[in-house]
């Protein structure tokens, strides 16, 4: 298993100009179609990002940077009644978002970085807070988004 | 379900040490227990729930038991942070092509 650091990337096409997609990232009632029960944004750099991922527990960070149809950047901690979730403060780890024009749609790139660094260095407490409180927050089941979890998962089979 | 149990165990401070500890090696028992202050009954029921959450695994050698952390389970929770964003990304694409889709008949 690799011992470098944890570092999410997934790069999906999807057929839709950069445009539009650029405006799933900056505007609060088209993000809900695809993350959080409700936001706040404010984005351009240094502005407020605050999505309440489930029920109580809010992602929340600030812009660091908003490209129109480029590119997306905010920090990721979270607020929530949960002291180990809420240990993981605003600014501990980094979203970007890239967008590029391609075959008439749009190739996105999510990288989330800045998660704890070196599995072999866990001292017990960073690395494995984040994951086990990250997949917390978003439950399997029983959730709003269900419904579409499913579809989503019959188009990937 | 593997994965609440290994999300619960994880949920613990002293079994996230043990977990650092037999990281890079196999260790008894005993050997583990002597890096707390806890009793040894306390520690060998943080093994257990390590045990059952299949985060660590355990071979006998002669009279010892030797613990050691199963990274296999690790990376799979690893995984399933990945899955998050799969699920959300995958939302995103729907909602855009839907969106463009829309646009596109109004003209």
Redesign the interface.
Same mark, same amino acid.
């Given at each position: 298993m690799s011992t470098g650091r944890v570092i999410i990337e997934r790069t999906l096409f999807i057929a839709a100009a950069p445009e539009t997609v650029f405006r799933f990232l900056v505007d609060p009632a088209l993000m809900a179609q695809w993350i959080g029960l409700s936001h706040k944004l404010g984005p351009a750099p240094g502005g407020t990002f605050r999505v309440e991922v489930s029920r109580g527990n809010v992602a929340v960070g600030v812009f660091t940077e908003v490209t129109p149809h480029r590119r997306v950047a905010f920090t990721w901690g979270w607020e929530s009644a949960d002291a180990a979730l809420a240990s993981l403060k605003p600014g501990t780890s980094l979203v970007t978002i890239e967008l590029e024009a391609k075959d008439e749609g749009t190739l996105l790139r999510l990288r989330h970085s800045g998660l704890p660094e070196d599995l072999e260095r866990i001292h017990g407490d960073r690395w494995s807070h984040y994951l086990s409180r990250l997949v917390q927050a978003v439950p399997p089941s029983g959730h709003l988004a269900s419904s579409h979890r499913e579809k989503a998962k019959e188009q990937k089979a | 379900m593997v994965?609440d149990a290994?999300?619960r165990a994880?949920?613990d401070?002293t079994r !996230?040490?043990i977990?650092?500890l037999v990281?890079?090696e196999e260790r008894p028992a005993g050997e583990i227990a002597a890096h707390f202050s806890l009793t040894r009954p306390a520690i060998s029921q943080h093994l257990t729930v390590l045990l059952e959450s299949k985060l660590v695994s355990v071979r006998q050698e002669g009279t010892r038991r030797l613990y050691q952390a199963n !990274?296999?389970a690790? *990376?799979r929770?690893?995984a399933?942070?990945?899955a998050?964003?799969?699920?959300?990304?995958?939302?995103?694409?729907? *909602?855009?092509?839907k969106?463009?889709k829309n646009?596109r008949r109004r003209r």
């Open positions: - | 994965m290994a999300l994880l949920a401070q !996230r040490q977990l650092a990281w890079r !990274r296999e690790i *990376a929770l690893r399933e942070l990945g998050f964003w799969d699920d959300r990304i995958a939302h995103l694409k729907v *909602a855009a092509e969106a463009e646009m």
